[in-house]
T-cell receptor, first 114, second 115 residues
Framework: DTEVTQTPKHLVMGMTNKKSLKCEQH?????MYWYKQKAKKPPELMFV???????INESVPSRFSPECPNSSLLNLHLHALQPEDSALYLC?????????????FGSGTRLTVV | AQSVTQLDSQVPVFEEAPVELRCNYS??????LFWYVQYPNQGLQLLLK??????LVKGINGFEAEFNKSQTSFHLRKPSVHISDTAEYFC?????????????FGKGTHLIIQP
């Protein structure tokens, strides 16, 4: 298995909803990442998990809450989002966080906040 | 922190013509360099990467890139493009100094293939 799987592919949520994005990989990668991509912009790093521990938080608002239950799973919990949070959310993984030599991306979750 | 500059936001090319997409990075002791392609409404697909060794890197779909340390460049080339190459192309850099710092992306170049 050489893929990063993200679910759901599309999500529409209201500003008072609570939802979660899921990411899964079975390549034995020990670093996992969340990126946010607005339309016609490059991906921007949000969070990095290294060996299941949060190692980087790029000053992301607390309405985004990451969770790494085990080495294969990465969640992003969403609560009280704003319309400007609508974007493509990409998950990625890399083999060894001490020497990141390659990143595999999922196909993303397209989030719309109404 | 590393940075990446993609000088062209949009490149129109006729089908079967050659193309070069430019990428420059901020200088560092050592870096890992990547090119990704993103088709509409999809995630990112790795085209090729430079980690060390030969400066000419061959990737998928007939793309190649050349690492030029003196010019801090990593331009992407294809000798003959196809209509299916229409997509957004991102150059990215990772600091090889260790630590899971993720990738830093350039702003992207939209490759438009004209029939």
């Amino acid at each position: 298995d050489t893929e990063v799987t993200q679910t759901p592919k599309h999500l529409v949520m209201g500003m008072t909803n609570k939802k979660s994005l899921k990411c899964e990989q079975h390549m034995g990668h020990r670093a996992m990442y969340w990126y946010k991509q607005k339309a016609k912009k490059p991906p921007e790093l949000m969070f990095v998990y290294s060996y299941e521990k949060l190692s980087i938080n790029e000053s992301v608002p607390s309405r985004f809450s990451p969770e790494c239950p085990n080495s294969s799973l990465l969640n992003l919990h969403l609560h009280a989002l704003q319309p400007e949070d609508s974007a493509l959310y990409l998950c990625a993984s890399s083999q060894d966080p001490r020497s990141p030599r390659g990143y595999t991306f999922g196909s993303g979750t397209r989030l719309t906040v109404v | 922190a590393q940075s990446v500059t993609q000088l062209d936001s949009q490149v129109p090319v006729f089908e079967e013509a050659p193309v070069e997409l430019r990428c420059n990075y901020s200088s560092s002791v050592s870096v890992y360099l990547f090119w990704y392609v993103q088709y509409p409404n999809q995630g990112l697909q790795l085209l090729l990467k430079y980690l060390s060794g030969s400066t000419l890197v061959k990737g998928i779909n007939g793309f190649e890139a050349e690492f030029n340390k003196s010019q801090t460049s990593f331009h992407l080339r294809k000798p003959s493009v196809h209509i299916s190459d229409t997509a957004e192309y991102f150059c990215a850099v990772s600091d090889s100094g260790g630590g899971a710092d993720g990738l830093t992306f350039g702003k992207g170049t939209h490759l438009i293939i004209q029939p």
